[in-house]
């Protein structure tokens, strides 16, 4: 939630918390259903994905990957 909060403050950054993730895969998957869900990202658009394993541990970002959506 303290982060969350923080990035509110950054423009062009949208956050949102996702509950429990199993794999990152799973992480960006959702991600994106919840972007097209409510009509923040339309087909084309570009993200940034920042990630790390093991998911849901602090400190551990080891992916940054820009995905267009489909």
Do not use: M, T
Not at 37 to 48: A, C, T
């Amino acid at each position: 939630e303290r982060v969350r909060s923080q990035l509110n403050l950054s423009w062009g950054i949208i956050p949102f918390i996702l509950l429990h993730c199993d794999s990152i895969e799973e992480l960006v998957e959702r991600s994106v259903s919840y972007l097209k869900k409510n009509k923040i990202v339309k087909k084309k658009d570009k993200i940034v994905v920042v990630a790390g394993e093991p998911v849901g541990q602090a400190g551990n970002i080891n992916l940054l990957e820009l995905k267009e959506i489909k």
